[in-house]
């Protein structure tokens, strides 16, 4: 079965130290992989997308990520975190099946401490 | 910036009635996509639409479910019978064509549906 996995329910980090949010995924074929942002009482935000090329992606907000193929990850990073990028992430995968779907991973809650 | 609209915000309705989510995707988008949260969970994918007709849609949408393109501007998800089970908060989403920005999808705000 296509899955997308993000271990980690919550994430702790203190503000001005380097975070990380993990992600792995298991679907056939190439997928076309994405992180989005939810803030409270709000839709989904993209954040950074990998289809092809460079394995590192920078997106908006500082964050970037690296597409691993044998490990099939795509974690998510940022060099300092801000109070501000306290949220919840999803991961995705796009993948083409006679129409194009998204399945996205369970979520991961970042803490971001002053 | 051109973004995604949903309305209403919030809709509580009786179980068994009909209830109609309405969208308006960013004006030149052509992929079309209805999702469901259930507080606390994931987002999971209902269906994909392109081309006036569904593309793909997962195991959840069945025959309660229908989307409709009216009129060219909206785009709408139908709940013909409404279970609790239904309740959630229902995102729409649109993107482009076939360019790498094209697969970033815009989501809108939501519509939490409550049923009673």
């Known amino acids: 079965a296509q899955s997308v996995a993000q271990p980690e329910d919550q994430v702790n980090v203190a503000e001005g130290n380097p975070l990380t949010v993990k992600c792995t995924y298991s679907v056939s074929g190439n997928p076309y992989l994405f992180w989005y942002v939810q803030y409270p009482n709000r839709g989904l935000q993209f954040l950074l997308k990998?289809?092809?090329?460079?394995?590192l992606v920078k997106g908006s907000y500082g964050f970037e990520a690296e597409f691993n193929k044998s490990q099939t990850s795509f974690h998510l990073k940022k060099p300092s975190a801000l109070v501000s990028d306290s949220a919840l992430y999803f991961c995705?995968?796009?993948?083409?099946?006679?129409?194009?779907?998204?399945?996205f991973g369970a979520g991961t809650r970042l803490f971001v401490k002053a | 910036e051109p973004e995604v609209t949903q309305t209403p915000s919030h809709q509580v309705t009786q179980m068994g009635q009909e209830v109609i989510l309405r969208c308006v995707p960013i004006?030149?988008?052509?992929?079309f996509y209805w999702y469901r949260q259930i507080l606390g969970q994931k987002v999971e994918f209902l269906v994909s639409f392109y081309n006036n007709e569904i593309s793909e849609k997962s195991e959840i949408f069945d025959d309660q479910f229908s989307v409709e393109r009216p009129d060219g501007s909206n785009f709408t998800l139908k709940i013909r019978s409404t279970k609790l089970e239904d309740s959630a908060m229902y995102f729409c989403a649109s993107r482009g064509g076939t360019d790498h920005k094209a697969y970033e999808q815009y989501f809108g705000p939501g519509t939490r549906l409550t049923v009673t």
């Open positions: 990998y289809i092809t090329g460079d394995n």
């Open positions: 004006s030149n988008h052509l992929y």
């Open positions: 995705a995968v796009m993948l083409y099946t006679g129409g194009f779907k998204t399945i």
